[in-house]
């Protein structure tokens, strides 16, 4: 059963989990054979931002050596056929020009998403 | 016609997002869904009589079934005698139904 | 009784941090009195729900010891939703997510409770009547 999976929730753990937990489960299921389509709304747009880079940090001498890579984290599950959706109104809203987006992504309109959500017979909201 | 019970958990005294949960279960109704919002923990709070109530009256009466979850409520000290214009005080049990029935089930 | 049904419920909040956790766990009483099968997916710090050791604790501000408080240890009320499934012919398949346990320290759990991984969550799902999501924020 196909089912669209919506994410709002944004950098909650993602430094120490040095991934997006919500997006990385997505991806494990998708390995498994799960048929799954994504839409972000919310701060979780941002996530489809090239530029992000939270490369860089250490605690005392500890480095961490892979930070989490969130953009390309969604480019890969794109190429492994999820389709990924974003609000558009919620990218706007953040000042984000659709330049600075990664490719393969489609924007819905915020008075659409209620359609989107009618076409999935399981809808899950992270 | 499908059925839809989206619980929302949370409140707009302490968040903006509230509207996502309101936006979709009008435009869900509008389109003849079977909609029901069920407010539970500290999103039962705009059902007191008086607070910012608003947006679920008038959810109400564009046909959302609009409950509060009565353990949450009284765990606040909302009189179920006293909520806003049409909500109405529910068991958690509407939830188990909604999903043993196959409703789409969305928790906000 | 209501015909048997099988539910899954994803969880991901650690104890003792949010309502969602005992709305859950309600959701879960009211699903083991109807007698269904409950599958339940533990995500995140939702794996310490039923780690083992837990202990209880007394209440000096309010002059309780152990016994009085008799404060809720969610390891023991996820053992008595279990008895309770199966009391009314239901089970609950609590599945703790393995790498979450891993990072978290987390894997000394109680009886009844297995480890898994993301695949558990879409085979449940996909063998349930319905699923319900209960994200962490």
Same mark, same amino acid.
């Given at each position: 059963?196909?089912?669209? $999976?919506?994410? %709002? ?21 998708? @390995? ?27 605690? @005392? ?27 558009? %109104?919620?990218?706007? %809203?953040?000042?984000?020009?659709? $330049? %600075? ?26 | 016609?499908?059925?839809? /019970? /989206? ?16 936006? /979709? ?17 500290? =999103?039962? /709070?705009?059902?007191? *009589? ?10 109400? =009466?564009? =046909? ?5 979850? *009565?353990? *949450? ?36 | ?11 991901? !909040? ?14 879960? !009483?009211? +699903? ?7 599958? &339940?997916?533990?995500?995140?710090? #939702? ?28 390891? !023991? +009320? ?14 609950? !398949?609590? &599945?703790?997510?393995?790498?979450? &346990? ?22 449940? #799902? ?12």
């Amino acid at each position: 059963m196909k089912t669209l $999976s919506i994410i %709002e929730s944004a950098y909650r753990a993602t430094v120490e989990e040095q991934d997006d937990t919500i997006v990385w489960i997505h991806g494990a299921m998708k @390995g498994a054979g799960a048929e799954l389509a994504v839409l972000l709304r919310g701060n979780a747009v941002n996530y489809l931002v090239e530029a992000q880079n939270a490369g860089g940090l250490a605690f @005392g001498d500890w480095e961490q050596t892979q930070p989490p890579r969130l953009a390309s984290d969604l480019a890969a599950l794109a190429a492994k056929g999820v389709e990924i959706c974003y609000v558009a %109104e919620d990218v706007a %809203e953040r000042g984000i020009e659709r $330049s %600075e987006l990664i490719a393969g992504v489609q924007p819905v309109a915020r008075e659409a998403v209620a359609e989107l959500v009618g076409r999935y017979e399981r809808v899950w909201h992270w | 016609m499908t059925r839809y /019970l /989206l619980i929302e958990s949370r409140d707009p005294f302490d968040s903006n997002d509230v509207r996502f949960c309101c936006d /979709l279960a009008q435009q869900l109704a509008a389109v003849k869904n079977e909609v029901t919002l069920f407010l539970v923990k500290n =999103g039962v /709070l705009p059902a007191r *009589s008086g607070a910012r109530s608003d947006d679920l009256t008038r959810l109400a =009466g564009a =046909g959302v079934r609009v409950l509060a979850d *009565s353990f *949450s409520l009284r765990e606040r000290g909302i009189d179920e005698r006293r909520l806003a214009t049409g909500v109405a005080a529910a068991p958690l049990d509407v939830v188990m139904d909604a999903l043993a029935e196959g409703a789409k089930v969305i928790w906000h | 009784m209501a015909d048997k049904k099988t539910i899954t419920i994803a969880i991901m !909040d650690a104890p003792y941090e949010n309502a969602r956790s005992t709305t859950a766990l309600r959701l879960i !009483d009211l +699903a083991a009195r109807r007698g269904y099968n409950i599958n &339940v997916f533990a995500y995140e710090g #939702a794996v310490l729900q039923p780690f083992s050791g837990q202990t209880p604790h007394p209440n000096a501000v309010h002059g309780r010891n152990v016994e009085e408080e008799n404060h809720f240890i969610p390891k !023991d +009320a996820i053992a008595a939703l279990m008895r309770e499934a199966e009391r009314n012919g239901g089970k609950i !398949d609590w &599945v703790n997510c393995g790498l979450c &346990v891993d990072e978290r320290g987390a894997g000394a759990a109680i009886a009844g409770v297995r480890r898994g991984s993301p695949a558990d969550l879409w085979q449940m #799902a996909e063998a349930s009547d319905n699923t319900l999501v209960i994200a962490t924020r």
